[in-house]
């Protein structure tokens, strides 16, 4: 079978994006990464030195998706942009027929993200094209067991969930940007459409704010669990995570010297394999169809409506007026 061909859309380390390190992990999975588009000329340029830097070699890089994905014969896209420009890429790569492999959240910025997102899976779908979204954390939950044996039970949600990040942004923004990961995290514990959230609180809804704890109450088929995420302002790595699961915590860490991912509680520590490589793995995979596409559309559907709902009831924008011509 041939490997995939791969363009990537924000290709660069700018505003921390993941342009380089995805490139690798798709390289290392197999797949062939054979161009990239940025915003500027001067940006290729800079992407094309950090591409080489993880050894991602002989790319063609473009100003803009529509010049990659008209100049460039493509299986996927890797939509690695800030997330007001998921939308667009999303629309062009559908008009493709590609695969897409897009950070997280799916789209942003756009007068109703959660009906796009709804008609974008549903169109994703309709053409049997893999849509995966950049949610790395249930790929933990393996070492998390290891280092907990016997607290997470098959088809019984837990009781008490938390999570602790550290995003660059502040305010209503630190939702948007890092609410994905404990969603994809409680779908896994819970299923894809987890159920209601109710008695949604905040520590704070100050929206200059660098420190957030939002509080809510997940309401399953098999039982409510409670839910703690604490957004932790930080501008540089590296960031504070952690897991909390029936109140048992798996603190991420990175060892110097090799930057080995692990978990650590009491004194324990286990190897954590890294999350990027296992999910980028799937996505190729499934791109190139060695495995079935995994059914992701309510997954992708259901963080998105969360994501709205939490951002409204802090006080957030959620949607904005198209902008008139």
């Avoid at 897409?100 to 994703?124: H, I, N, Q, Y």
Wanted: hydrophobic share 45%.
């Amino acid at each position: 079978m041939k490997p995939i061909r791969v363009g990537i859309a924000g290709a660069r380390r700018a505003r921390e994006g993941l342009g380089p390190f995805v490139a690798r992990e798709l390289r290392a999975a197999g797949a062939d990464v054979v161009a990239f588009s940025c915003t500027t000329r001067e940006s290729v340029a800079a992407a094309d030195r950090a591409l080489a830097g993880v050894g991602v070699t002989g790319a063609r890089g473009h100003v803009g998706v529509d010049a990659l994905l008209a100049s460039e014969s493509l299986d996927a896209l890797a939509i690695l942009t800030p997330a007001g420009a998921h939308a667009e890429c999303l629309e062009a790569a559908l008009g493709a027929g590609l695969h897409v492999l897009c950070e997280k959240p799916l789209v942003w910025d756009v007068a109703d993200p959660a009906e796009l997102t709804r008609r974008l899976v549903d169109e994703f779908a309709a053409r049997r094209r893999v849509l995966s979204e950049n949610c790395q954390w249930p790929y933990t939950l393996t070492a998390f067991e290891a280092l907990h044996p016997g607290t997470l039970v098959a088809g019984r949600p837990p009781r008490r969930f938390g999570m602790r990040l550290s995003p660059s942004s502040t305010g209503a923004r630190m939702l948007v940007d890092v609410l994905s990961h404990p969603l994809s995290v409680l779908q896994h514990l819970c299923g894809a459409n987890a159920g209601r959230i109710e008695d949604v609180g905040f520590s704070t809804r100050d929206p200059r704010t660098e420190a957030l704890c939002v509080r809510f109450v997940l309401c399953t088929p098999r039982g409510d669990v409670e839910v703690e995420v604490e957004l932790v302002g930080r501008s540089r790595p590296p960031r504070e995570a952690w897991l909390t699961i029936e109140g048992r915590q798996a603190r991420r860490t990175i060892r110097t010297g090799d930057y080995a991912f692990g978990f650590e509680a009491d004194g324990r520590r286990v190897e954590l394999a890294d999350p990027l490589a296992a999910l980028v793995r799937d996505f190729v995979a499934a791109a190139g169809g060695a495995v079935a596409p995994p059914s992701r559309a309510g997954a992708i559907v259901w963080r998105m409506e969360a994501v709205c709902e939490i951002v409204r009831a802090f006080g957030g924008e959620v949607s904005r007026e198209e902008r008139q011509p």
